[in-house]
């Protein structure tokens, strides 16, 4: 018989007891190495360094770890936010951690949505609610800042407005020093909204320079 390898992932943290920042009620965020972009204020710098190691789970360690506040999340509602990083660069290991985790835990993916389609289609099965970073919505803003093309991104983002629903998307459109202005900002929340987008997160990135 073939044996199955199971699958495991670089995490750069895991982070309890977090209320009402990434999802609802109480939730821990775990956040995975490695992304699809490079942006320039990374909020998270660890995920795109490649020259540390950094501590790699298996989906069942990652519940053995978390399910210390089972009670908090059946409590109030909440549970557990992929964050990273891209977390849908990891679709297979979300799958199988929704497989084992309790029924009631809410799954918050936390994404630029700049991946394959597939690999949504895959986590968004098994997935709650989505805090979308769409960054900007103007092409050459987003490849200034990220050095990719917005294309999937926004793509990704039609598909998912379609079939999980505007109600469980939040869409993050940050002010950001030196690659977008308050009227280029506007005119993402104008794309966006013409889009179906309801719920909007608009803040500025702080940036030590
Ligand atoms: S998408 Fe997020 S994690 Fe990835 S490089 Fe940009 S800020 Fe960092």
């Known amino acids: 018989?073939?044996?199955q390898t199971e699958i495991t992932a670089a995490f750069i943290g895991v982070a309890r007891h977090r209320l009402r920042r990434d999802g609802k009620?109480?939730?821990?965020?775990?956040?995975f190495h490695s992304c699809s972009l490079h942006c320039k204020y990374c909020l998270n710098p660890a995920c795109l360094d490649n020259k540390r190691a950094f501590p790699q789970y298996t989906p069942q360690q990652l519940y053995d770890k978390i399910s210390i506040d089972n009670l908090y999340f059946l409590a109030t509602g909440g549970g557990v936010c992929f964050g990273g990083g891209e977390p849908l660069l990891h679709a297979d290991f979300i799958c199988r951690f929704r497989e084992i985790c309790v029924e009631d835990w809410k799954i918050t993916l936390e994404t630029a949505?700049?991946?394959?389609?597939?690999?949504?289609?895959?986590?968004?099965?098994v997935s709650d609610a989505f805090i979308v970073d769409i960054k900007d919505c103007n092409d050459a803003i987003y490849q200034l800042y990220t050095g990719k093309s917005n294309h999937l991104s926004l793509s990704n983002l039609e598909w998912l407005l379609q079939n999980a629903g505007a109600e469980r998307i939040t869409v993050r459109v940050p002010l950001i020093p030196d690659f977008n202005t308050e009227e280029d900002r506007q005119r993402s929340v104008e794309q966006l909204q013409s889009?179906?987008?309801k719920q909007l997160d608009l803040f500025t990135?702080?940036?030590?320079?």
């Open 25 to 31: 009620g109480v939730t821990t965020l775990a956040a």
């Open 205 to 209: 990135y702080k940036v030590s320079k």
């Open 113 to 125: 949505l700049n991946v394959p389609l597939e690999n949504l289609k895959t986590a968004a099965a």
């Open 195 to 197: 889009m179906g987008v």
């Open 1 to 3: 018989m073939e044996q």
